[in-house]
């Protein structure tokens, strides 16, 4: 893949940078090698799986399981204030 001079000449104006036509003509050279070389690692990565995380991790939580709630009285027994299914806080807002 080539890269032309006027793709060089707008990534310049871009980096508001002022080249004659000598450094413009390096960089593209430089920048077309970057390039092969970028695409040559990607091609090294064909045929491998994709992944969600580049290490093997295996999940140190322990499984969901279904338990019985305590009963709300239970739940409201040392409560210093409550309704028939509720905890009663002070309003800390004020209006």
Same mark, same amino acid.
């Given at each position: +893949? %080539?890269? $032309?001079?006027? *793709?060089?000449?707008?990534?310049?104006? !871009?980096?508001?940078?002022?080249?004659? $036509?000598?450094?413009? &003509?390096?960089?593209?050279?430089?920048? *077309?090698?970057?390039?092969?070389?970028?695409? /040559?690692?990607?091609? #090294?990565? =064909? /045929?491998?799986?994709?992944?969600?995380?580049?290490? &093997?991790?295996? %999940? @140190? +939580?322990? =499984?969901? #399981?279904?338990?019985? &709630?305590?009963?709300? =009285? @239970?739940?409201?027994?040392?409560?210093? !204030?409550? !309704?028939?299914?509720?905890?009663? @806080?002070?309003?800390?807002?004020? =209006?």
């Amino acid at each position: +893949m %080539s890269i $032309s001079p006027e *793709e060089i000449k707008n990534a310049a104006w !871009d980096a508001r940078l002022k080249l004659n $036509s000598q450094e413009e &003509s390096v960089l593209r050279e430089e920048a *077309e090698k970057l390039l092969k070389k970028a695409l /040559g690692f990607l091609k #090294e990565t =064909e /045929g491998l799986e994709p992944t969600f995380h580049p290490f &093997s991790i295996t %999940s @140190v +939580m322990r =499984e969901d #399981e279904e338990k019985t &709630s305590l009963p709300v =009285e @239970v739940a409201l027994k040392n409560a210093p !204030d409550a !309704d028939e299914y509720c905890f009663n @806080v002070p309003r800390i807002i004020e =209006e």
